[in-house]
Nanobody, 111 residues
């Protein structure tokens, strides 16, 4: 069955960096686009980035976040730089074609 296991979330200070990972199994990883979303407390879940043959980013993370993938490891990454307190959220990976979500990982940005 399809599994998306998200890891890497933790407590960081503002302007610090963090890399999230999403390890996939149960489908041909290299054939599908992958996305990252996040949900902050009291807010709707919002799209952050997509990687397929190219990458796309939400305006609020452009220049600070980088989505990448390693098809040999069936893993998609989200490198987050210059983190802001308002980016405290649960971060999820998502495989849109089949509609599968990872379990999410908590990122807390606080001094």
């Amino acid at each position: 069955q399809v599994q998306l296991v998200v890891s890497g979330g933790c407590l960081v200070q503002p302007v610090w960096s963090l890399r999230l990972s999403c390890a996939a199994s149960g489908f041909t990883f290299s054939s599908y686009a992958m996305r990252w979303y996040r949900k902050a407390p009291g807010k709707e879940r919002e799209w952050v980035a997509t990687i397929s043959g190219r990458t796309n980013y939400a305006d609020f993370v452009k220049g600070r976040f980088t989505i990448s993938r390693d098809n040999s490891k069936n893993t998609v990454y989200l490198q987050m730089n210059s983190l802001k307190p308002e980016e405290t959220a649960v971060y999820y990976c998502y495989q849109a074609d089949m509609g599968y979500w990872g379990q999410g990982t908590q990122v807390t940005v606080s001094s």
